[in-house]
């Protein structure tokens, strides 16, 4: 990557490990022990197709597919193409660990490209949640303009449906400059018409991939330093240059004193299992037959592994020798690039079968005794992964659980959720039952990654357990711990305050981590009552803990958020932007804090009037901040996207946020953030002209309100506000003002009281518009006036401008008949030129650009665009075209992208200048 394309995320700076449990020998193609034949027609050929969307290189076992990838994978970073390597086995044909193992490959390239994607760590692995992280990893591939070349080797274990799915997303939805390369023995299930017909796809097979008759010479030659070229064209003639059977023959006469090969055809995986066994491992020295049958267990094995499965630890000198001098003898063996200071290796998987085929032979008692030992020294190397692994494939269990147990703690704490993640998954499901810290953490997973109804049955669960006695006093306060966090993330400030005494005595051994957890949850729950002080002073003590800096920048975010429900904006920004600069030090562990301090900063940056770079910043995130920011980050985020789309002149994608907020609080049931979105809703509809909308909208606003009709503090409070500002807004478009002051007065009280001095300002505002239009000029005067002393006290702008669109008459009024000193009239007079300051209007396309840019949409992207032209939000678009929400925002990106638009509605105006006038009526 170029210095000029590093994002603005740090991704020069350390990254978190992402998937840190996948091998490093995964990620990076074998090194042949001997200088790779030259294939110049081939790799010409290959070399042709570096541009096009996806390759496949299909053919049997031995066929050469991995030499062929990866003398490929030389030419193309000789093109300074960027190329991931990913080796895959049996054991990726999962979503989740094919996830894991697809992003490890691609952060080796560029961490930035799936830092975002890697914080999804949850089960939400079904079609849509597929398609999401799809969508995610393809936004990050498209923000560098490098050529990425994906290599996927061995692909046919993946037959996974979702995994398919996957890579069927993957594929239609990368950019051009992504190239999905895949080797493997059979055809995947792949939809390719479209790109065939584009010359954007090829397919090379076993006609390609065999040696000719001068290549199956040259090649014996190589490895046997000479033989008759009659010999030569008789084993061409076996094997038909099949590239595995010809090594099998090399090796084989190389071992034989007389010369003589047996005149058998080994032209396919079973033939080469039978010539193997019976002519080649029977002549094995028995010591070299035993270690190969041993490591066969292993996807990639080292000197040092390899004596302690032989029974001699203490023989890594003569076990290197051994593994150096079976490899020069060609016996199928490849070095694998580890990332440490060993010497990796795997198996050709053609030998590893047949091996694995002795191993199935044994005792079961024998093959667990293996396992055992190859977990021991995972375990003691610190490679948990694979030492999760064998030891359930040892009959080892609970010994698998305390590795994970033991681990966990810390990889919480770093944020490796995702690490976290795959090694539960290897656990089976009654060990973790069976032990309820395991059970703690897999809830703890499921919170992470919003899964709230299937964790909140699980601390049902353990509730229930735990009033039964049992429980240390760890284990119980980490229940409590989870139960607020449910509660932060349900926004139920009565719920937490029900356990509040709880969570104000931690045992006395608690760990720093908790601590400053539990400090962020109790802070949130006095901020709810007015308390800010008494919240800041509960976050301070937690971020003086040394031994959790990433709950800390939470901690500070969350003090911020206190300054800014005060109203004192200016305060907050400045923590937001702290907190921003130091998240973007690290990598993905810190990514969650960075995308709280970026939802809570744009709407500091909207307040102080920097419209433009607000919205800009909030769309880059707006994905991950959704799915993992707890919901004040979400309200502020959504809210102030669709305040700075009015304000662009995008009513359409304004809407689209907006409705957005409401699935969000739907999906979740949070009403705090669904009064919220239908308070919006009514103003955008009103600002439209659709006062039935309005209407519409206010009704489901005032029968929510009326549920909590008797709430007096916290979220439920806010709710009943909410809903009541959503009738102010109402009574003033419709000119009952009476009606307005009546509900505004009381309001204002209770805002006062608990603080809420921003959102004072703005009521004050509303109040003096409805006082002016009453004929009350005095009335009027005075609360505007201290609306203007808040507002510059506190630093607001568009928390005033927004209140009333007569603030400009209310301003005019005030400057001709009040005697402000200079610094209040400099702030009124700033006031006025943002009230008046009218966005940029929509600008006419060339006619011969307009034509291009609808010539380059896709038939999907034309759909869409006509069904955006008759206002259809996404989620009614994604209905019609029976696809999800996201994948409908991705064609909205590259149909903007194409006709050089910025935003729903010019993209329909463009429809609508190359229709004519008229767009045309699509054709579902």
Known sequence: MSQSETPSTGASRPAS?????????????????????????????????????????????????????????????????????????????????????????????????????????????????????????????????????????????????????????????????????????????????????????????????????????????????????????????????????????????????????????????????????????????????????????????????????????????????????????????????????????????????????????????????????????????????????????????????????????????????????????????????????????????????????????SIEAMQVEAARGGLDDQQRFTLILLRGLVALQRDDTDALAAIMPELQRPPADTDDFKLSGCSSIMSWLHMYRGEYKTAREVLEDGTRREGAPRVNLIGRCLAGMSHALEGQIVVAEGIYREVLKDAEKYGSAYLGAACMATGLLGDAMYERNDVDAARTMLEERIEIVERVAIPDVVLCAFVTLAAAQRLARQPLEAYAYIERLEDYALKYRLDRLLAHALREAVRWSLAQGEPDQADAALKRAEALGARYADATRGTALEIRIAAQRARIDMSLHRQEFDDARARLVPLIAISEAGGRWRRVASLRVQLASADLARGSDRLAGDNLLEAIHLGHRLGLQRTLVDASPRLTELLETMLQKEALDPVLKFYVQRLKACADAAGAGLSAAPAADLANGMKALSERETEVLELLAMAMPNKRIARVLGVAPETVKWHLKNIYMKLGVTGRDEAAARLRDFSGGTPPVPSR
């Open 17 to 457: 490990r992402i998937a840190a449990s996948i091998a490093g020998t995964k990620l990076a193609p074998p090194r042949a022990a001997r200088r790779l034949l030259p294939r110049e027609a081939l790799l010409a050929r290959l070399v042709a197709t570096r541009r096009q969307r996806f390759v496949l290189l299909r053919g049997p076992a031995g066929s050469g597919k991995t030499t062929t990838l990866v003398t490929w994978r030389q030419a193309l970073l000789s093109f300074d193409f960027d190329v991931a390597w990913l080796s895959l086995t049996s054991e990726d044909n999962d979503p989740a660990r094919f996830f894991d193992c697809l992003l490890a490959s691609l952060a080796e390239v560029d961490p930035a490209v799936a830092r975002e994607v890697a914080l999804l760590s949850g089960e939400d692995w079904e079609a849509a949640g597929i398609e999401h992280r799809v969508i995610m990893l393809v936004s990050g591939i498209a923000r560098r303009s490098r050529e990425l070349v994906l290599m996927l080797d061995d692909a046919h274990h993946l037959t996974d449906p979702l995994i398919t799915l996957a890579l069927q997303h993957l594929i239609d939805y990368a950019p051009a400059h992504f190239h999905l390369i895949v080797a493997s023995r059979s055809a995947l299930q792949l939809s390719l018409w479209r790109f065939e017909s584009q010359g954007q796809s090829s397919e090379f097979d076993l006609r390609d991939l065999r040696f000719s008759s001068a290549e199956s010479e040259q090649f014996l030659r190589d490895q046997l330093g000479e033989i008759d070229p009659r010999d030569a064209q008789v084993l061409y003639e076996l094997t038909g240059g099949w590239i595995a059977g010809l090594q099998l023959f090399a090796l084989d006469l190389k071992n034989r004193r007389d010369g003589r090969y047996a005149c058998i055809q080994v032209h396919d995986a079973q033939a080469f299992a039978d010539y193997f066994e019976c002519e080649v491992l029977v002549r094995l020295a028995p010591g070299d037959l035993e270690l190969l049958t041993c490591v066969s267990i292993c996807d990639r094995f080292c000197a040092s592994l390899c004596a302690n499965l032989m029974g001699q630890p203490h023989a890594f000198i003569r076990m290197s020798t051994r593994l150096v001098h079976l490899e020069a003898e060609n016996l199928f063996l490849e070095q694998a690039i580890g990332g440490d200071r060993e010497t990796w290796y795997r198996l050709h998987p053609l030998l590893r079968e047949v091996l694995q085929a002795r191993v199935a032979t044994l005792s079961e008692t024998a093959r667990r005794a293996l396992h055992a030992k190859a977990w021991r020294w995972f375990d003691q190397r610190g490679f948990v992964d694979e030492a999760v692994r064998h030891s359930v494939l040892a009959g080892e269990p609970e010994a698998a659980a305390d590795m994970v147990q033991a681990c966990a703690q810390a990889l919480v704490a770093q944020g490796e959720l995702g690490q976290i993640a795959g090694l539960l998954r290897q656990l089976p499901h009654d060990v973790i039952e069976a032990r309820f810290d395991l059970r703690l953490l897999a809830a703890h997973l499921q919170l992470a990654a919003r899964n709230l109804d299937v964790a909140e049955r």
